[in-house]
């Protein structure tokens, strides 16, 4: 059994505050853990406490099991909107010491682009959604006090704060092109087409070859053979 103990200063202060499972999100009373500490056979490891105030940092790409240990704790989940995965480290096995993470540690500021490895500069994603990140075009930052702005593909924009709610931003606008770039409304926008090129093309009769050694057919109410020259008045 493993406890994380979540302490505010109004909790030092002697209020009263529940807790909560870190696996489930259920909230569980000092009762509780009393009685799951007092079984037979149950064994209580007490962590030093960790500042998640602190940033901890290393030169190398890698984080290491304790800065992932308290982005975990920090975070508590995939930060990627609307997902609810937890980022704790889970067990292997009854009795098992190996562990492992159900999530990834990601650098927001990819380590490529000159991102530290640092626990201001990750965040847990699980590994579908850090795919998404990598491969699919999603793009993320932090902004405020923790909370992280997501911009989708298509320019769709949700901030995941820090209690692990998410809320929608809507679509990002384009920026407006500049007057020289954009349509006079005055101006219809056909004005710059030559006319001709907005009417059918025009045949002219004899040009096909069929027609060509065909005279053409006489006028309406004029017999064949009849003189059509013009009158003399």
Avoid at 11 to 29: C, F, W
Avoid at 59 to 66: I, K, L, N, R, V
Avoid at 216 to 230: F, I, K, L, T, Y
Wanted: hydrophobic content about 35%.
């Amino acid at each position: 059994m493993v406890l994380d103990v979540h302490l505010s200063a109004a909790a030092l202060a002697g209020s009263y505050e529940p807790g909560q499972v870190e696996n489930t999100g259920t909230p569980v009373t000092a009762d509780q853990v009393r009685e799951w500490c007092g079984r037979p056979g149950a064994r209580v490891t007490v962590k030093p406490v960790i500042d998640l105030a602190a940033e901890d940092a290393t030169e190398a790409y890698p984080f290491t099991a304790a800065m992932r240990e308290k982005i975990a704790l920090r975070d508590r989940t995939c930060v990627f909107p609307f997902c609810t995965r937890p980022a704790h480290p889970y067990r292997r096995g009854v009795g098992s010491e190996e562990s492992g993470w159900s999530v990834d540690h990601d650098h927001v500021v990819a380590f490529a682009a000159g991102g530290a490895t640092s626990t201001a500069n990750g965040a847990p994603l699980c590994r579908v959604h850090h795919n998404l990140k990598t491969h699919a075009g999603w793009r993320y930052r932090v902004v405020g006090t923790r909370s992280y702005l997501w911009t989708s593909p298509h320019g769709y924009r949700y901030r995941r704060d820090r209690d692990g709610g998410t809320t929608d931003l809507g679509h990002r606008r384009q920026p407006t092109p500049p007057p020289g770039d954009r349509p006079s409304r005055a101006e219809p926008l056909s004005a710059a087409v030559p006319a001709a090129a907005l009417s059918p093309p025009r045949r002219l009769r004899g040009s096909l070859p069929w027609e060509r050694d065909r005279a053409p057919a006489p006028p309406v109410g004029v017999a064949a053979g009849a003189d059509r020259s013009a009158p003399p008045f």
